[in-house]
């Protein structure tokens, strides 16, 4: 079964500067989906990024940046000129298949001003 | 406004009860999922459907029920067998294909006591 693992509980970053998220998977597959997602403390869901496993190229969204290691199943995320508003719970996830999404833990960074 | 509504966004209910948690969406998604969130752990799938009137269960589905007799609709009801049922509840559509992230509704906190 594939999981997926964010090792690091809790991060903190101070505004402005650039943090790094951790997110690493088991999997057997080769043809998969990786993503972020982002929970404010509202606990809405929201997609921040995407990483297709076939593309060797790293995604980039505005300030959100992944560095994607395939054989190291390696997918951390990465938050450039941080701001108030992204303090939240962050989610890796992995997907293979229609139906097959499974969730990290969890990280939960702390913004401070 | 195209999205996902969960209602109601509290629910109370004394154990030994059954409680349906609804879930609509208009954004004319095939697939509906339904998520369990517990303190310090990820999302985890309790049912999910790809199309009207099929469903099938997903990893922690004893104690839960589904229907989907329309596109839209994708209600849970949380019977009284499930052991442990407060948590957050969490509903999610997604068009076909692996690639497509999955969009989130806002949530139901469900608390039994």
């Known amino acids: ?113 | 406004d195209g999205g996902i509504t969960q209602s109601p966004k509290y629910l109370f209910r004394k154990e030994g009860q059954n409680v349906t948690l609804s879930c609509e969406q208009n954004l004319n998604h095939d697939a509906m999922y339904w998520y369990r969130q517990d303190p310090g752990q990820g999302l985890r799938l309790i049912y999910y459907s790809q199309i009207v009137n099929d469903f099938q269960k997903g990893d922690i589905a004893e104690g839960y029920s589904v229907s989907r007799e329309k596109k839209e609709s994708f209600p849970l009801t949380v019977t009284s067998a499930q052991k442990n049922p407060t948590a957050f509840y969490l509903c999610a559509s997604s068009d076909p294909g692996q690639g497509v992230g999955q969009y989130f509704g806002p949530g139901t906190r469900l608390t039994v006591t």
């Not at chain 1, 088991?26 to 982002?38: G, H, N, Q, R």
């Open chain 1, 1 to 113: 079964a594939q999981t997926v693992t964010q090792s690091q509980p809790e991060m903190s970053v101070q505004e402005a500067e650039t943090v790094t998220l951790s997110c690493t998977y088991d999997t057997s597959e080769s043809d998969y989906y990786l993503f972020w997602y982002k929970q404010p403390p509202s606990r809405q869901m929201i997609l921040v990024i995407r990483q297709e496993a076939y593309k060797q190229q790293n995604a980039t969204e505005n300030r959100f940046s992944v560095n994607f290691q395939k054989a190291a199943k390696s997918f951390s995320l990465k938050i450039s000129d941080s701001q108030l508003g992204d303090a939240a719970m962050y989610f890796c996830a992995y997907r293979r298949g229609h139906n097959d999404m499974r969730f990290g833990a969890g990280t939960r960074l702390t913004v401070k001003p």
